[in-house]
Structures are given as C-alpha cells and as structure tokens.
C-alpha cells in the first residue's frame, strides 16, 4: 500500500526514480555506430546459471539484495564471452552472455548498464539481456570518476558492506564475493571452484620456472663469489 502511495505522489509531483545517466557526460550515437556496435555484440543468449568454476570480472548491487555478477571467458585476441547472472539474496533471477571485450557494469533502475572501456560505449540492457539503449561516453573527469566507482569492489548498498575478493594473488578475476551485514554477519554470495586455475595455470607455471633456474643461480653465484674471496686472501 505504501509503495503504491508512492507511485501516486511521485507521478503527481513529476518526481522520477534518479537516471545513471545524469552522472555521465554522453554521446548520442549515429545509426551506423549502433548497428556495428550490434553486430560485434553478436548474438545475445539467455543463460540459466553462472559459469561453473570461473572468476568474475565486475559486480553491481543494488537494494533489496539484488545484484548482478558480471563473467568474462577471454580468448587469445582479448575478446571472449561475456555472462551476466542477476541474483536476488543469492536466488539466480535471470542471465545472459554475449561476445565482447574488457567491461565494467553499474544498475540503472531495473537495468543493467556495461560501460565497455575499449571504445568507450555505455550498453543499457535489461534483466534478460534486451538492449534497452546505447551511448558513448568520452574522456572526461566527469566520466572517469563515475567508471572508477562503479569498478570499486568494495560496496556499500543500504549499510551492508560487499567485498570480491581474489583466491589466488595472480588470478585474473575475483573468486568470491561477500556480503557483511550491519550487524556483522557475513554470507557469500558467490565461489569460484578451484579460483580459476584454469585459466591461470600459465602464470603459475611460468613462477615455477623462473624459480626453478634463479634459485640455482644464486646458490651457485654465492659459491663462486665464495671461492673469489678465498683466492683473494
């Protein structure tokens, strides 16, 4: 009753839901610059669950418990898959994928906004993965002020603290994503299994290397260094 008491007092007084877009500095795009725009997005398709066992890129909350965790599969030329699941209190509510590169997101009402860096384009989409509108937005202070905080991991949304974390230093991507309450209760909202290994086994492997021939090198360096300074005496 009181949300519909609401409704009728903000639609009496003209007062609307406050638009994202009010704190970015954008761009109408030409008709050519959106058809390429939709064709390099390719097909979008519905998901029904996450990604299994794979890090997220970027996350969006909002109140009521509602957020969106935002999956990027890269591939050797840095574009991949990307796959976005909207939760409400840790139920998947809706998701869907589409091809593209490096990307941030924030929520704007009931829709989800990618800021897709690499050509400085803002996608609107809804829930289940209709384009709802596209703008570009420059370089401005203006512009990268408000990227940078929706790219923060750390959030704070109606006094509940949320925080992603990596599993692993060198992980691309976060493994977990954690909600605190006021009151200091925490819950996770979101595991990766196994952190991503998958897909960072190189980094790993190539640590393991390196170690493998500097270690030696400095034993040896110090034992050489040793028998100079005996000679010396």
Known sequence: ?????????CSVTGVTAADLSDEYDLIALTEDEEENIRSGLEEITPVTAAPEGHNFECYAVKENGIYAIGFLQKTVSNVGKCTICVYDNGVFQSGFSFT?????MNWNGENIVVFEGS????IEFSPTGEIVRMMRFPITIKNQDAVYRAEQMKKICEDDTYIAKKQFFLDSGYATLMKTLSNGEKTVLYHANFGDLKETWWIYLFI?????FSVPGFVIGVIQLNKLKKKTI
């Open 1 to 9: 009753m009181l949300l519909i008491l609401i409704l009728i007092i």
């Open 119 to 122: 050509n400085h384009i803002w």
């Open 208 to 212: 393991l290397v390196a170690a493998c």
């Open 100 to 104: 593209h590169c490096n990307f941030s």
